[in-house]
């Protein structure tokens, strides 16, 4: 952590300004997600998952406009979320329910942007990534697969992204069985990239470095990354695997651009100093990214 004042969080848990930002969140990703419905997959049959997904399956099979399909099906799984999530996530996930239906019904009369299936794919996936991710970064739900998804991740401790994978596969199967292998396949490549979207959404693109330190100077190389660097560090307590003598561990977390500084700033103190450098996808603190 960079050293200096503490910094208050921006938004205080379960504030009004928080709840405002957590159904904001809501509703831009409910809007995000119903629009890469109508412009990308829904007219080229990408059933890429989800319940929007099979509202894709419905209407082709049986006429069924997807808005009214997609809010059949919330019910009973709103239910279930409301049994088994807390009260203000089940509350969040009324809104969510009731919401992305109807822009899926206010937005059907976009256009089309294109009728290749490769690229609606690609961007209906990214679409559909950055919504949800959005959705889930308020701490709430759009209903329907979702939920089970927030179900799923809450009890076994998958990834989120995982967790609507379990439950969009299924849906890719049975579209393989409508509209044919190869837009199953289609579906699949859409699948993937919601996946990887909805992650880096969650944990961002800014990847810093932990960086872990073994030197027989550690003290000087903790006041020169304290003074220095301008970072705080972890001391950790190790032992030599061959010798068994006790050895003082520094743990320090830099950005990207820190990194050559730290690794000339050890290399100008202690030149056989051993470094092990690990990726942390998110860093939350003071000196890195606010928590919200």
């Known amino acids: 952590m960079a050293r200096g004042k503490r910094r208050k969080q921006r938004l205080v ?9 957590e159904y904001g969140m809501l509703i831009l990703g409910s809007f995000i997600i119903s629009s890469s419905f109508n412009m990308f997959l829904n007219p080229n049959q990408v059933a890429s998952g989800g319940v929007s997904g099979l509202s894709t399956i419905i ?12 809010w059949g099906l919330n019910i009973p799984l709103f239910l279930l979320g409301l049994r088994l999530l807390e009260r203000s996530y089940s509350m969040k996930a009324v809104v969510g329910s009731i919401v992305l239906p109807l822009f899926v019904m206010l937005t059907s009369g976009f256009p089309v942007l294109t009728t290749n299936i490769l690229l609606a794919t690609i961007y209906g996936g990214m679409g559909l990534g950055l919504g949800i991710g959005i959705v889930f970064r308020g701490r709430g739900s759009t209903g329907g697969f979702s939920i089970a998804s927030q179900i799923l991740h809450k009890y076994s401790g998958l990834s989120l992204g995982v967790s609507v994978a379990v439950f969009d596969g299924m849906v890719i199967l049975l579209a393989g069985l409508v509209f044919g292998a190869e837009k199953a396949l289609y579906a699949l490549i859409g699948l993937y990239v919601t996946t990887k979207t909805i992650d880096i959404v969650q944990v ?8 872990y330190i073994i030197s027989n100077d550690s003290e000087k190389l903790r006041e020169a990354i304290l003074n220095d660097l301008d970072r705080g560090l972890t001391q950790l307590t190790g032992a030599g695997g061959y010798t068994g003598d006790p050895r003082l561990v520094l743990m320090v977390v830099v950005s990207q651009g820190e990194v050559s500084k730290l690794k000339a700033l050890v290399q100008s103190i202690d030149p056989q100093a051993f470094i092990i450098f690990s990726n942390a996808n998110e860093v939350l603190g003071e000196g890195f990214k606010r928590p919200m």
């Open 204 to 211: 961002g693109l800014n990847t810093s470095k932990v960086a």
């Open 59 to 70: 209407e082709q099979t049986l006429g069924w406009q997807p808005a009214l399909t997609q």
């Open 13 to 21: 848990l379960n504030s009004p300004q928080q709840k405002i930002y």
